[in-house]
């Protein structure tokens, strides 16, 4: 199901939907990536549009019981400049 987006908020660009990886944060304590996100693509400067309806289902599935399809390590680097 292809939904309809508008034009681009930033610089009026047409904006097609794609389907994308996300990166979920919720806090300080979850990162989760969510694959094959329908998101709306903006295709002159790139910006990125979340309906509504998609969000909520992204936040169902990341706070679900489900089991996730795999788990994998993410380095944490910190940048020490004063």
């Known amino acids: ?6 034009k681009c908020h930033f ?6 939907e794609k389907r994308i ?3 979920y944060r919720w806090g300080g304590d979850l990162i989760a990536l969510i694959e094959n ?3 709306g693509v903006c295709q002159i400067c790139g910006e ?5 309806e998609i969000v ?18 993410v380095p944490l680097r910190e ?4």
């Open 37 to 39: 996100v329908p998101t």
């Open 56 to 73: 909520k289902e992204m936040e169902r599935v990341v706070h679900s019981r489900e089991k996730p399809k795999k788990m994998i390590k």
């Open 11 to 16: 610089c009026g660009g047409e904006v097609l």
């Open 48 to 52: 990125q549009y979340l309906k509504a």
């Open 21 to 23: 990886t996300v990166d």
């Open 1 to 6: 199901m292809s939904r309809v987006y508008h």
């Open 79 to 82: 940048l020490a400049v004063g």
